[in-house]
């Protein structure tokens, strides 16, 4: 893989976005909009049925194009080839990226270790159809012979934020006469209230972890297995109540699951990129198997565009260029995720991992420091909830804060004027931010002078508007693949490996270490620094 080797800082577009960046800071949106009465349709570009209006960005024509150029630079281009085309680009893993083979048609090949992976991605594809198609008619029979009533997905990470994710998104597609649950977190309650109106038998259990080793997947997963056993009182139960997604059989068997009942995938998907692969088995369980097709066909038409378009029309692209522009040269900390659509209500959860797992790295791929900020902190909540909590700091506070709208021309629950007001809200928190209230227009209204002040909005407050016609499984796939290739973008532009996570592993270590020092009969000898060997021994006492 061809690699960037002058370092950010050294790149010609990187300093000229530093001497740029000086005069647009200095810049206010109201002029902006005032000096291009065009703002409107030059900064918007509509793909794949996806609309993007950022013209209330502090940006200008010569802001996109420096990026563009950065792009260039970075060598984006070069880079997703080498994504599409199954190099290994997963430097510090040696593995190669290819959650786009997971919705690439038949008729595609891309070869990884010289054989074609797409004909495999079809085969579990089919055998997940038939599956859910089973499950989803009653023809899959628990144990005592009563059809199936209760989905349980058990993982974490990208093994449970994708699934309850699309579930939730997705749910006006789902089947409703099953019930669908997910269980995550390793603290008990989460299986306790997960199952505990439920029926074993006639509930099927999905043990979903890409390595099946994950410590709180497997304790969820035995405790599963014995609550099944406690009811059903018999191991041949197993069989018919659990299923495995996995690309570990050799654990899936160790674990009691016949491995006929195992779904697979690959090294080269990594967790965060992993629903639309084996792990969104629960979402084709509830949407059955041509929703999620179209899903899959809405995350292949996003990376087509993304692959072809011209950078300055490409929406990730864009996307991914406009956060590092806030990110480095505005030195924004965080992005907002505001989706004006309940059924979105899981997103912004979702991107965390995929964006903070993603590109919270500190180094480049060759070890040095990245001298520059890397991944934004992504948060969020459903609008208009948000408006009602923390909005105030995002209009008045210190902080800036960009924030991507998310919106729908068309609603699937049309109610009286809803959809209209829901909408409204939108138009009008992008419109806030970006242009305010000045002290004039404050006082005009009468305001008291002591009142001015805090009555001030200072506007300038960045935002992307996204629209869409209306919540569909394509949709959702073209949404998610927009991100995904944001934070790709994101990622060349840092030179840094998007698709490791070596953060997570040193918590990990201690707590299996800790784990045992909680649980020994005989007080142990503690080596930690002295605040957690005090925590341990007080924990020991009280428990
Ligand atoms: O600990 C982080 C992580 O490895 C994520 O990247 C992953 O999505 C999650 O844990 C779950 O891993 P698995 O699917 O192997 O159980």
Same mark, same amino acid.
């Given at each position: 893989?061809?690699?960037?080797?002058?370092?950010?800082?050294?790149?010609?577009?990187?300093?000229?976005?530093?001497?740029?960046?000086?005069?647009? *800071?200095?810049?206010?949106?109201?002029?902006?909009?005032?000096?291009?009465?065009?703002?409107?349709?030059?900064?918007?570009?509509?793909?794949?049925?996806?609309?993007?209006?950022?013209?209330?960005?502090?940006?200008?024509?010569?802001?996109?194009? %420096?990026?563009?150029?950065?792009? =260039?630079?970075?060598?984006?281009?070069?880079?997703?080839?080498?994504?599409?085309? !199954?190099?290994?680009?997963?430097?510090?893993?040696?593995?190669?990226?290819?959650?786009?083979? %997971?919705?690439?048609?038949?008729?595609?090949?891309?070869?990884?270790? !010289?054989?074609?992976?797409?004909?495999?991605?079809?085969?579990?594809?089919?055998?997940? &159809?038939?599956?859910?198609?089973?499950? *989803?008619? !009653?023809?899959?029979?628990?144990?005592?012979?009563?059809?199936?009533?209760?989905?349980?997905?058990?993982?974490?990470?990208?093994?449970?934020?994708?699934?309850?994710?699309?579930?939730?998104?997705?749910?006006? #597609? &789902?089947?409703?006469?099953?019930?669908?649950?997910?269980?995550?977190?390793?603290?008990?309650?989460?299986?306790?209230?997960?199952?505990?109106?439920?029926?074993?038998?006639?509930?099927?259990?999905?043990?979903?972890?890409?390595?099946?080793?994950?410590?709180?997947?497997?304790?969820?997963?035995?405790?599963?297995?014995?609550?099944?056993?406690?009811?059903?009182?018999?191991?041949?139960?197993?069989?018919?109540?659990?299923?495995?997604?996995?690309?570990?059989?050799?654990?899936?068997?160790?674990?009691?699951?016949?491995?006929?009942?195992?779904?697979?995938?690959?090294?080269?998907?990594?967790?965060?990129?992993?629903?639309?692969?084996?792990?969104?088995? &629960?979402?084709?369980?509830?949407?059955?198997?041509?929703?999620?097709?179209?899903? /899959?066909?809405?995350?292949?038409?996003?990376?087509?565009?993304?692959?072809?378009?011209?950078?300055?029309?490409?929406?990730?692209?864009?996307?991914? %260029?406009?956060?590092?522009?806030?990110?480095?040269?505005?030195?924004?900390?965080?992005?907002?995720?505001?989706?004006?659509?309940?059924?979105?209500?899981?997103?912004?959860?979702?991107?965390?991992? /995929?964006?903070?797992? &993603?590109?919270?790295?500190?180094?480049?791929?060759?070890?040095?420091?990245?001298?520059?900020?890397?991944?934004?902190?992504?948060?969020?909540?459903?609008?208009?909830?948000?408006?009602?909590?923390? #909005?105030?700091?995002?209009?008045?506070?210190?902080?800036?804060?960009?924030?991507?709208?998310?919106?729908?021309?068309?609603? /699937?629950?049309?109610?009286?004027?809803?959809?209209?007001?829901?909408?409204?809200?939108?138009?009008?928190?992008?419109?806030?931010?970006?242009?305010?209230?000045?002290? =004039? =227009?404050?006082?005009?209204?009468?305001?008291?002078?002591?009142?001015?002040?805090?009555?001030?909005?200072?506007?300038? *407050?960045?935002?992307?508007?996204? /629209?869409?016609?209306?919540?569909?499984?394509?949709?959702?796939?073209?949404?998610?693949?927009? #991100?995904?290739?944001?934070?790709?973008?994101?990622?060349?532009?840092?030179?840094?490996?998007?698709?490791?996570?070596? !953060?997570?592993?040193?918590?990990?270590?201690?707590?299996?270490?800790?784990?045992?020092?909680?649980?020994?009969?005989?007080?142990?000898?503690?080596?930690?620094?002295?605040?957690?060997?005090?925590?341990?021994?007080?924990?020991?006492?009280?428990?």
């Amino acid at each position: 893989m061809s690699e960037p080797t002058i370092p950010l800082a050294n790149r010609p577009a990187w300093k000229a976005l530093q001497t740029h960046a000086t005069q647009i *800071r200095a810049t206010h949106l109201r002029q902006l909009f005032a000096d291009d009465p065009h703002r409107g349709e030059r900064f918007a570009i509509q793909a794949e049925g996806i609309f993007l209006d950022y013209s209330k960005n502090r940006i200008t024509a010569e802001t996109i194009a %420096l990026l563009t150029h950065l792009a =260039e630079e970075s060598r984006l281009r070069e880079r997703t080839e080498s994504m599409f085309t !199954g190099q290994k680009i997963n430097i510090t893993e040696n593995r190669a990226v290819l959650h786009v083979a %997971l919705r690439a048609p038949k008729t595609e090949s891309i070869i990884v270790d !010289g054989e074609d992976v797409v004909p495999e991605v079809h085969k579990v594809l089919d055998k997940m &159809s038939t599956f859910s198609d089973r499950v *989803r008619s !009653g023809e899959w029979k628990g144990h005592t012979g009563k059809r199936i009533r209760n989905v349980v997905n058990i993982g974490i990470g990208g093994s449970d934020l994708g699934p309850v994710m699309a579930y939730e998104a997705l749910k006006h #597609y &789902s089947q409703r006469d099953l019930t669908f649950r997910f269980v995550s977190n390793v603290d008990g309650t989460d299986f306790a209230e997960a199952v505990q109106d439920l029926k074993a038998d006639e509930t099927l259990f999905l043990v979903a972890s890409k390595t099946f080793t994950t410590l709180e997947t497997m304790t969820n997963a035995h405790t599963a297995r014995d609550w099944t056993l406690a009811a059903l009182g018999d191991e041949s139960a197993i069989a018919k109540h659990f299923v495995a997604i996995s690309t570990n059989a050799k654990e899936v068997a160790r674990f009691g699951i016949d491995t006929e009942n195992m779904f697979g995938f690959w090294d080269w998907v990594g967790g965060r990129y992993s629903m639309d692969s084996a792990i969104g088995l &629960s979402t084709m369980i509830a949407i059955g198997p041509v929703n999620f097709h179209a899903m /899959l066909a809405g995350f292949h038409a996003m990376d087509r565009h993304f692959r072809t378009a011209p950078l300055a029309e490409n929406l990730p692209a864009l996307l991914g %260029l406009l956060t590092v522009w806030y990110t480095d040269f505005f030195d924004a900390q965080t992005v907002a995720i505001l989706p004006y659509e309940q059924y979105l209500k899981r997103f912004p959860a979702y991107l965390q991992q /995929l964006t903070m797992e &993603s590109n919270g790295k500190h180094v480049t791929l060759t070890g040095e420091h990245v001298g520059a900020d890397t991944g934004p902190i992504y948060w969020g909540e459903p609008g208009t909830n948000g408006q009602h909590s923390f #909005y105030q700091l995002i209009h008045q506070g210190t902080r800036l804060i960009p924030c991507d709208f998310i919106g729908f021309f068309k609603t /699937l629950n049309p109610l009286g004027r809803h959809h209209d007001i829901l909408t409204a809200n939108v138009f009008a928190q992008a419109e806030a931010l970006a242009f305010g209230k000045t002290a =004039e =227009e404050v006082k005009a209204s009468g305001t008291p002078d002591e009142l001015v002040p805090h009555k001030v909005f200072e506007g300038n *407050r960045p935002s992307n508007t996204i /629209l869409a016609d209306l919540l569909t499984p394509e949709t959702l796939g073209k949404l998610i693949a927009l #991100y995904e290739h944001a934070v790709f973008t994101q990622g060349v532009i840092w030179n840094i490996d998007s698709f490791d996570q070596w !953060g997570v592993e040193l918590g990990k270590v201690l707590a299996q270490k800790i784990i045992g020092e909680l649980e020994s009969a005989e007080e142990p000898a503690l080596d930690h620094d002295v605040s957690t060997s005090r925590l341990i021994r007080l924990y020991r006492s009280k428990k």
